[in-house]
């Protein structure tokens, strides 16, 4: 599979973009962090199941010391999730949280989002198929959807920044040919067509900006690590940061010089319990990772606007065979069984989270205050990182990293991604994602062994 990963996701990006100057939309790629300085804040949804699921359960076990900790979770920011027409409604309640939390903290605070819905989402699998289909005017609707979308953020003055479908534009790449779902989906351009409209439309008055790259979503890759874990032997980017630095020096050439930022809600230890990079479900032997952050200091890479958590203890999929979405990935050897349906918050797996993270979850719980150590501080801090050294890097871009900002693309629940992203304002500010799957832990397909042989890295699939 020599570069073929590494392909899959130039390849999508270049898809994307290219098709958008081609058909005169602005130019996207900003060359400023678009929110410097702010931070985000925790999905009232996920905070309120903590609370209201995960701690009590701790509670009844006489479990204190776990539920001072999960109390600490629940602080940590994350994304939210609108990936159906039902959950539009959480916008504007979530755009009044930072507000709110702004003016109480005295800290820019910013809102993140995750939109998920484009027609036969999750083309290559079923963990994540959602409710709109092209054969049932699905394109349409997902217009209708995007349209709902911007006019619950219209008005608002608060920071947002969002994940941009997902996985999406990965499955264009990995899954052409594999299910009739993903062929309906090439022979009718849905999901580029979707991505473009969402990106003009999520835009609103002001002129998109593109930022970056985001890796990692959902998944369990180490961000720095010395020895490879056996599941990635046949891949030369065995961990984010040597993806991130193969991947920005090629998009860098096609006029693109991304900046990145990196899923680290899972991935404290290293190796999981995959059998395969393929195993991307409710993976066994996972823990939470470093903490959301922005501090070059922490990061030391000036690649890396941030490291994020989009998708921590929410379900990749359910074990239920008999359910119409269960795909047999979740009941591979290394996923957690019995598992609830995609997007459910999953406690057992929340508590697997909580006691393997590394670094260990530390904070005043009295205060909700989170202690955070720094990447060169101790072992595993990053995790798989040597201990008291600064990673090289060979930076493409030299711009000062302040805050988290712009777009977050990466692939929801289904492997690992990287994603065409944007920073730009509704108000204070608007950021945008387009997810792009890496194509060796993308859905339950799995590569095959000649698709990155001598020539792979050379030119892309016909679109």
Not at 83 to 101: C, E, F, M, T
Not at 239 to 246: P, S
Request: one cysteine or more.
């Amino acid at each position: 599979m020599k570069g073929f990963q590494l392909l899959a996701g130039l390849c999508a990006a270049r898809q994307v973009y290219s098709q958008a100057v081609a058909e005169g939309h602005p130019s996207w790629y900003a060359d400023a962090n678009g929110a410097p300085g702010a931070k985000g804040i925790p999905d009232p949804t996920y905070s309120g199941e903590i609370n209201t699921i995960a701690i009590p359960k701790f509670n009844e076990a006489q479990d204190t010391a776990s539920a001072d900790k999960a109390k600490c979770v629940a602080d940590i920011p994350t994304f939210t999730w609108i990936d159906s027409n039902s959950k539009i409604p959480l916008i504007k309640p979530l755009l009044q949280a930072v507000k709110d939390q702004t003016a109480t903290t005295g800290e820019k605070k910013m809102a993140q989002l995750v939109v998920y819905n484009l027609p036969n989402r999750d083309c290559g699998a079923e963990a994540s198929a959602g409710e709109l289909l092209i054969a049932n005017n699905g394109i349409e609707e997902y217009k209708k959807f995007i349209d709902a979308v911007a006019e619950a953020l219209t008005g608002s003055e608060e920071l947002v920044s969002v994940v941009l479908e997902p996985d999406s534009l990965g499955n264009l790449v990995t899954n052409q040919e594999t299910t009739d779902k993903c062929k309906e989906v090439v022979a009718t351009n849905a999901y580029t067509i979707g991505t473009l409209y969402a990106i003009d439309k999520l835009n609103l008055p002001n002129p998109p900006n593109v930022r970056g790259v985001a890796t990692n979503t959902a998944n369990y890759n180490a961000f720095s690590i010395v020895e490879a874990p056996a599941y990635t032997a046949d891949s030369p980017t065995k961990d984010e940061k040597t993806y991130i630095n193969f991947l920005a020096g090629n998009l860098t050439e096609q006029g693109f010089p991304a900046h990145f930022i990196v899923d680290t809600g899972r991935n404290g230890v290293q190796p999981t319990k995959q059998e395969k990079w393929g195993d991307w479900c409710n993976v066994l032997g996972t823990g939470f990772g470093v903490r959301p952050t922005a501090k070059q200091e922490e990061i030391a890479d000036p690649l890396i606007d941030a490291f994020v958590w989009v998708k921590p203890a929410q379900s990749d999929g359910t074990s239920d065979q008999a359910s119409p979405r269960f795909d047999p990935t979740c009941g591979r050897p290394a996923a957690m069984q019995p598992a609830p349906e995609a997007g459910t918050f999953f406690q057992p797996y929340f508590e697997q989270l909580l006691a393997n993270a590394n670094p260990p979850i530390a904070c005043d719980a009295a205060a909700g205050t989170q202690t955070q150590v720094t990447a060169n501080d101790t072992e595993g801090t990053v995790p798989g990182a040597v201990p008291g050294t600064t990673p090289e890097v060979t930076p493409t871009v030299d711009t000062p990293i302040e805050g988290i900002g712009g777009l977050v693309g990466g692939v929801a629940g289904t492997g690992l991604g990287a994603g065409v992203a944007a920073a730009n304002e509704v108000g204070s500010g608007l950021g945008l994602d387009v997810g792009v799957a890496r194509a060796d832990s993308t859905t339950n397909t799995q590569v095959p062994d000649n698709a990155g042989g001598e020539g792979a890295d050379d030119e892309c699939p016909a679109a």
